[in-house]
């Protein structure tokens, strides 16, 4: 079955620390995307990618980085620059930018230690 | 810029009841309109969505139309279940230029009691 995958469903991270969330698609779409879903909010934009090699900021991209050297995989770090990380973080992708329905994955949930 | 206002929750209803929940939006352009519903732990799903004005999307008994003239995409079912319970984003494509950013609203949070 083809969908998106994140990993891990919980993650924890302790002061000072980097940590990665994996997202990997096998729907062949070119665009990717990594939003922040905080408590009785809506979804905001952190990265984009329209495709492989290429990435964009969103809305809120200070404290985070993010990698596009394959088509099916966009991971996400969160730095320790990131002094608010406590978050559910969701991984979405389109067949392209301009086919605007995105899908998207289970999740991850960030909490520091 | 682009924006979209949901009306608040939780919005709670007894089995079978009709459902309103009220998504307004400020855009320049032509956007496309979505609906996605969200479970509890879970992502969003794609529930239904418009991409011009007077569209009507559907999908499991929810409608929506897009309303240029009243800037809306009111979401609505005849009949609601226990399982339909979860919270409902309303969002809008960018409209302008290739980014493909949705923009959400808030999210509004259904309970259904049986």
């Known amino acids: ?113 | 810029g682009n924006s979209v206002t949901q009306m608040e929750g939780p919005v709670t209803l007894s089995e079978e009841a009709f459902l309103t929940i009220n998504c307004t939006y400020t855009a320049t352009g032509y956007p496309s309109l979505f609906w996605y519903v969200q479970y509890p732990g879970e992502g969003l799903q794609l529930l239904l969505k418009a991409t011009k004005a007077d569209d009507k999307g559907s999908n499991k008994g929810f409608e929506a139309t897009y309303r240029k003239e009243t800037t809306s995409f009111h979401l609505e079912k005849g009949s609601v279940q226990v399982s339909d319970s979860a919270v409902y984003f309303c969002a809008l494509s960018n409209g302008s230029g290739n980014t493909g950013k949705l923009i959400f609203g808030q999210g509004t949070t259904l309970q259904v009691k049986p």
């Not at chain 1, 000072?16 to 969330?21: A, E, R, S």
């Not at chain 1, 952190?46 to 099916?72: H, P, T």
């Open chain 1, 1 to 113: 079955d083809g969908g998106i995958t994140q990993s891990p469903k919980y993650l924890f991270r302790k002061e000072g620390q980097n940590v990665t969330l994996s997202c990997e698609q096998n729907l062949n779409h070119d665009a990717m995307y990594w939003y922040r879903q905080d408590p009785g909010q809506g979804l905001r934009l952190i990265y984009y990618s329209q495709i492989v090699n290429d990435f964009q900021k969103g809305d809120i991209a200070e404290g985070y980085s993010v990698s596009r050297e394959k088509k099916e995989s966009f991971p996400l770090t969160v730095t320790s620059a990131q002094k608010n990380p406590t978050a559910f973080y969701l991984c979405a992708s389109s067949i392209d930018v301009a086919r605007e329905t995105q899908y998207f994955g289970p999740g991850t949930r960030l909490l520091v230690l």
